[in-house]
């Protein structure tokens, strides 16, 4: 059957723009209103760590609680998570003297009901007292619980992270660092059942997923319109090195949080898009981290289950280890096969405060469709895809194994660290396709759309080390947080590439579109081995005078990359040097609101080749940025508003595939973007958490053959919010709601723009309830039902020549046990 796309009805273009941006900025300034809001509270100075058990000088007067838990967060340099509402009305109890912070709470809380726990060495949670048991006019000590070496310490609170470590490789508070930096937390991932890096990273500003419509074969991540997803994917600070075709993909159960730094990172990574990078967190253990188990179904008729489960070997926390594991099976949105099976265990040993060590494994298995394209008959898309689901597949196993490993030295304030990982990857994979030279649709009978077979094979090794020292001191008034390293990557890909003649045996036929095809698996014509070396030394100076906060780096980068066939054994081999820059100033205002500036420059050469098997020209990258960041005090919150112009020369696109060469890439000259981006994330109460954004980027080609134009699939505009809602009380106690909406611009489908795709708006939704409101003995089981694209609005994306379909309704059932 035959789809007209273009027939059905939608919102129009104006009218959804404008409500999907009135509703991000109407959430976004509920997210500043810090007055007369109950809200969960996160008093802060800065994030130095301080012992609980080291006696410090406090001078607080008895006064409202809050006020005095402001005080002694600046006072003590803490950090503390409470609820306004918890606290409201309550009187401190007079602090005078010297205590440590632990003693200094139980004083400043004495008689009010509350208790605290730390959850980290620098954090501490505030909750009230449970007093059921005792009669309600019996006034109540606080009680505590100290949190040992092994606490989650750098965990996001709720939705709102406050450090990361991908933008200066440090824990540099998100405050204090001058970057765009987006952090989707572990919450966020829950709350929402995300299933995919897509899925994960669809409301952050500046961010578009799938430029090649919904395509499981790839974790496809656009940041600023450049596809990190590729040459910007990290993992726990190191890259996930890619092939001549595949790509390593992440299970997002298998991570504590995504942090996306957007712009040029090259000064610390070397090699990247200038875009940005994804930084992928996997989990490790820790004291006060949940285990759970859960199970999922969804209406496309897919079964999954996983468990994520912490284990302390040792009764001292000198060792501990974490398993996480998932399977999933089944057809996804679109009658699209996405299987996978993971299994993650890592194990850390902390054997004093001054070393850290922590080894982990990751071994996955995927199995997919392998072609998403949908036919294109005149300009119009049909609801069929260019391969045949009887005849395709794509495998791919994937195993990786590293450590990190942190050692404080006594004699000296310095920091060694040494993050180093193997990785491996292997891929088979088959399909139909009739973008090639005298295939397609039959210019004799349009009925019939000819087609060949193509075959990939692909096993990829990689092993990276990134050697770090940081050290601390001062000159004069200014101090210094001094990083350098030295990190070497190599990877070595076997790739193998087949194709057959036009066959009728696998055309497609109007008239009989459900023809189940067969055959053989075409021969291997072209066999490539593909190596890459990287070798870079970096150093970073962060500075800090007063409120002021500099940062400078510089980076040295050689790099060889060789193309060898085994079948002629001729071949290129490159070799590259490049050094790249950053700096960077921001001012951070005691009133949480921080100002700043940045420079950076990228360079990153590539393993792709034309049309005439020549190895691509590195491109470079440079980026101007303005923002600000505002924390308010008192209210759990980040917003970050930035603008931004960011070029790329040498930029070049996929452009095909090549019975010869298979996939080559067409230059098309220097890319140049301008773009505005606000993004706010809020625990506004205990109950109530929201995220909203809005980007705009302006991208054109500045030189080249199509000069002028706006790169292909590039949205100008792009907006979401999600709001969740816990009821903590009353007759709907128990029960959790969500609703989200995300906006798409249209975008260029060609080089010549001469072809648009439709903008679009998505909704989605969550549902779930909390059985321990019914009774004491359920707590921790919870049923969740989650919609992904409620209105099934599958919108055409269509990619030079090639078409897709968005990501299509899909209803999922969440039965979890935490513990």
């Not at 020292?469 to 190599?490: P, R, W």
Request: with cysteine.
């Amino acid at each position: 059957m035959q789809v007209n796309k273009a027939g059905k009805a939608r919102l129009a273009k104006g009218l959804a723009y404008q409500l999907i941006c009135g509703a991000s900025l109407f959430a976004l300034a509920a997210g500043l209103i810090v007055t007369g809001v109950p809200a969960t509270a996160k008093a802060q100075q800065d994030n130095t760590s301080v012992s609980s058990a080291t006696p410090m000088e406090f001078s607080i007067p008895s006064q409202d609680l809050n006020q005095a838990l402001l005080t002694f967060a600046d006072q003590a340099n803490l950090q503390l998570f409470y609820d306004l509402d918890r606290v409201d009305g309550l009187q401190s109890s007079e602090l005078e003297g010297s205590y440590t912070p632990s003693d200094a709470l139980k004083v400043l809380l004495l008689g009010s009901g509350m208790t605290y726990r730390f959850t980290g060495e620098s954090t501490v949670s505030l909750s009230k007292m449970e007093t059921s048991d005792v009669d309600a006019s019996t006034v109540v000590d606080p009680v505590y619980v100290e949190a040992n070496a092994q606490s989650s310490s750098e965990l996001a609170h709720g939705y709102v992270a406050t450090t990361s470590s991908s933008g200066t490789k440090t824990s540099t508070p998100l405050i204090e660092t001058a970057k765009s930096i987006s952090v989707v937390t572990e919450q966020e991932i829950e709350d929402r059942a995300v299933a995919s890096i897509e899925d994960a990273v669809a409301y952050t500003a500046g961010v578009v997923t799938n430029n090649y419509g919904y395509d499981p074969r790839f974790d496809q991540v656009y940041v600023r319109g450049y596809p990190v997803h590729i040459y910007g994917d990290y993992r726990d600070g190191l890259r996930q090195m890619t092939g001549v075709y595949a790509t390593f993909r992440t299970e997002p159960y298998s991570l504590e949080q995504l942090e996306i730094v957007k712009g040029p990172t090259a000064a610390l990574y070397g090699q990247t898009t200038p875009g940005g990078l994804l930084n992928s967190v996997t989990k490790r253990p820790h004291k006060d981290a949940k285990n759970n188990v859960y199970g999922r179904f969804t209406d496309t008729e897919s079964y999954e289950g996983g468990f994520d489960y912490n284990l302390d070997i040792s009764e001292n926390g000198e060792w501990a280890s974490r398993f996480v594991g998932m399977a999933r099976y089944g057809e996804t949105s679109n009658d699209i096969q996405d299987d996978r099976q993971m299994f993650a265990p890592t194990i850390r040993w902390q054997p004093n405060e001054n070393t850290d060590l922590t080894v982990y494994t990751l071994l996955q298995h995927d199995e997919t469709d392998a072609s998403a394209t949908l036919l294109n008959l005149n300009g119009e898309v049909l609801d069929y895809r260019t391969s045949d689901a009887d005849y395709d597949y794509q495998k791919q196993d994937q195993f990786q194994v590293g450590y990190e490993l942190t050692h404080h030295l006594n004699s000296v304030p310095v920091t060694l660290a040494q993050n180093t990982r193997f990785g491996y990857f292997d891929l088979t994979a088959r399909y139909l396709t009739g973008g090639v030279a005298g295939a397609g649709w039959n210019p004799s009978d349009a009925n019939e759309y000819r087609r060949v077979a193509q075959a990939v094979q692909e096993t990829l090794w990689s092993a990276q080390v990134d050697n770090q020292a940081i050290t601390s001191f001062e000159t004069g008034e200014v101090s210094h947080e001094l990083l350098t390293g030295l990190d070497l990557m190599y990877s070595k890909s076997d790739y193998r590439f087949g194709s057959s003649a036009v066959l009728s045996d696998y055309s497609f036929y109007l008239d009989d579109p459900n023809r189940s095809i067969s055959g053989s698996t075409p021969a291997y014509t072209t066999l490539d081995d593909v190596t890459y070396n990287q070798t870079g030394v970096y150093v970073q100076d962060q500075l800090e005078y007063g409120n002021w906060h500099f940062n400078g780096g510089v980076r040295f980068d050689y790099a060889e990359r060789k193309r060898i066939s085994r079948l002629t054994n001729t071949g290129s081999t490159d070799y590259n040097t490049a050094t790249t820059f950053n700096a960077s100033a921001l001012y951070a205002f005691d009133n949480g609101v921080s100002p700043y500036v940045s420079w950076g420059t990228s360079f990153l050469p590539s393993t792709s080749q034309d049309i005439n098997g020549k190895m691509l020209t590195p491109t470079e990258g440079e980026q101007y940025e303005v923002g600000v960041k505002y924390e308010p005090i008192g209210f759990d919150s980040l917003v970050t508003v930035s603008a931004y112009r960011l070029t790329e020369d040498n930029v070049a696109r996929y452009a095909g595939y090549s019975t010869t060469i298979g996939s080559y890439y067409e230059p098309i000259g220097k890319l140049e973007s301008r773009g505005l981006e606000i993004e706010g994330k809020a625990n506004v109460t205990e109950s109530l958490s929201l995220v909203a954004n809005f980007a705009y980027n302006n991208a054109k080609i500045v030189k080249g053959s199509y000069r002028g134009n706006t790169p292909l699939v590039t949205p100008e505009k792009t907006a979401s919010t999600w709001v969740d809602y816990t009821f903590q009380s009353g007759p709907l106690s128990g029960f959790g709601l969500g609703v989200g909406v995300r906006y798409i611009d249209s975008s260029y489908a060609n080089y010549t723009n001469t072809s648009k795709n439709k903008s679009y708006t998505l909704l989605d939704a969550a549902i779930r309830y909390d059985f321990g409101a019914v009774s004491d003995k359920l707590e921790g089981l919870t049923l969740a039902i989650n919609g992904t694209n409620l209105a099934d609005n599958k919108a055409d994306i269509c990619n030079n020549g090639y078409c897709y379909q968005n990501e299509g309704q899909t209803i999922a059932a969440t039965l979890k046990y935490d513990w």
